[in-house]
């Protein structure tokens, strides 16, 4: 195994050669492990600090933000995964030289650079189109609520920074599927922490909603900057390839985009709803807490979800070249790491807060938190969901999505139902749809999972 070569501020070379003896396969996991590992630090201190120095109001208001703002991602429309999919297939049959340019088949380079500059049109088309839809969203919510001389002018520097960051991640996509992980991931922490920074920053200092707004617009600029540093060059050496090159993308990305487009419908309905739907039947306070537990969850879905996220462009590249074999053996593994993870993340915290859980600042920070019985219900639903995300990366390797129809049916269901909650029911019952709908999915997906492999790797 190849030992990365660094001084760790003069610690004796032995003690550093142990520490980062990684094998060179293993830095896309070491690295993106880095960064969840760093949000699962800086998550906590959000998490802390909201409760510590925002009234429940406007934590209430801060979550709301978010969730509008989740539009973008549904405006992405499944995008970015393309992005890194059809990246990765053309990238199979290239590489990157000890000059750090791309070398290989002339023809997709040629198709890769065209991609690029297809993928980049379209996604500034987008975030200018969510951002008045995003903005214009916020203003109702505002002058509903008889807010609006407080808000408009840091949500107004939120959702221009929300825009940028829907382009900004496309291009973190393709990075990615150039195989270029590790280094993608150093970028997405560099951006992390600048936003921390700023957000900690601001928040002790009293500036409030502001801190979410900077912290965004500041964190996304540095992204910017990196990407432009980082593969001005690479960005130049595509641009001049494609040169003259025509190549209809919509063609092949359309029939897949919509397909993604219902499952991020979906997805926003069955994930993304429950701020809004909560404020708007149960007022700021409540909204808050809803908001501030599924960020909770979501860390710990994120967190180990990296397994199967770091071998995304490694599966779609082994789908290209037809080796069904180490394919499946990746995913196996991955698959079991996913699951593996969550459950340790959930027992580690649920033994954090009985250690701990008659510490005055703990209970303060709990407050500000759902009931037990409802988090349990997140943590239930978020499980199969994982799952069901390991099923979905590994289909959607070979350029289809046999997945949309279920999606579909579950997402209507959870919209309905949640409304229906929301309106009648208590505040309890709220993740009814939430969770009922992903006990209907889980057999649903494993039986299309296990007929489409199949099916493709018998006809390919």
């Not at 290989?104 to 500034?124: A, I, N, Q, Y």
């Not at 509903?144 to 940028?164: E, H, N, Q």
């Not at 309106?423 to 494993?446: C, D």
Request: net charge positive; hydrophobic share 55%; charged share 10%.
């Amino acid at each position: 195994m190849r030992q990365l070569q660094t001084s760790f501020f003069q610690l004796p070379l032995n003690t550093v050669n142990h520490i980062l003896k990684i094998d060179q396969r293993y830095k896309d996991l070491f690295f993106t492990l880095i960064n969840q590992l760093w949000r699962l630090v800086s998550a906590p201190i959000t998490l802390m600090l909201i409760p510590l120095f925002l009234p429940p109001d406007v934590q209430g208001y801060w979550y709301l933000f978010g969730s509008i703002a989740a539009f973008g991602a549904l405006a992405d429309m499944g995008f970015t995964t393309i992005i890194l999919q059809f990246t990765a297939h053309e990238f199979a049959f290239l590489s990157f030289n000890k000059n750090n340019i791309l070398d290989g088949d002339e023809t997709h380079l040629k198709r890769l650079g065209s991609f690029f500059k297809f993928s980049v049109k379209w996604f500034f088309t987008l975030g200018l189109t969510a951002f008045f839809v995003m903005y214009i969203a916020g203003f109702a919510f505002f002058l509903r609520d008889g807010v609006f001389s407080k808000y408009w002018f840091p949500w107004t520097i939120y959702a221009f920074a929300a825009m940028l960051l829907l382009v900004l991640n496309a291009v973190f996509s393709f990075i990615e599927g150039l195989n270029k992980i590790e280094t993608a991931q150093k970028m997405r922490i560099i951006v992390s922490v600048v936003n921390t920074i700023i957000l900690a920053g601001i928040l002790a200092g009293g500036g409030q909603i502001y801190a979410l707004s900077l912290g965004m617009l500041t964190s996304v600029l540095a992204g910017i900057i990196l990407i432009f540093a980082k593969f001005s060059a690479n960005i130049k050496q595509l641009i001049n390839a494609s040169e003259g090159f025509k190549y209809n993308w919509k063609k092949d990305v359309l029939p897949l985009l919509t397909k993604y487009a219902v499952s991020n419908v979906c997805v926003y309905f069955m994930f993304t709803i429950y701020t809004p739907v909560t404020h708007y039947f149960y007022g700021p306070v409540f909204s808050g807490k809803t908001g501030i537990s599924i960020t909770l969850v979501l860390s710990l879905v994120n967190f180990s979800g990296i397994w199967i996220y770091t071998v995304i462009p490694k599966i779609n590249m082994l789908v290209s070249k037809r080796l069904w074999n180490q394919l499946d053996m990746l995913f196996r593994k991955r698959f079991l790491c996913v699951m593996a993870a969550y459950i340790c993340g959930v027992l580690g915290l649920f033994g954090f807060l009985l250690i701990f859980r008659n510490w005055r600042m703990i209970s303060q920070i709990t407050s500000r938190f759902l009931p037990l019985k409802m988090i349990i219900m997140l943590f239930t639903g978020y499980f199969i969901q994982s799952a069901l995300n390991c099923v979905g990366v590994y289909l959607r390797g070979h350029k289809q999505d046999p997945l949309v129809l279920p999606a579909a049916a579950a997402a209507v269901w959870t919209a309905a139902l949640t409304v229906i909650s929301g309106k009648f029911l208590p505040p309890e019952w709220i993740f009814t749809g939430f969770l009922s709908s992903y006990v209907f999915l889980l057999p649903v997906n494993a039986v299309i999972f296990v007929k489409c492999r199949k099916n493709w790797h018998s006809a390919l």
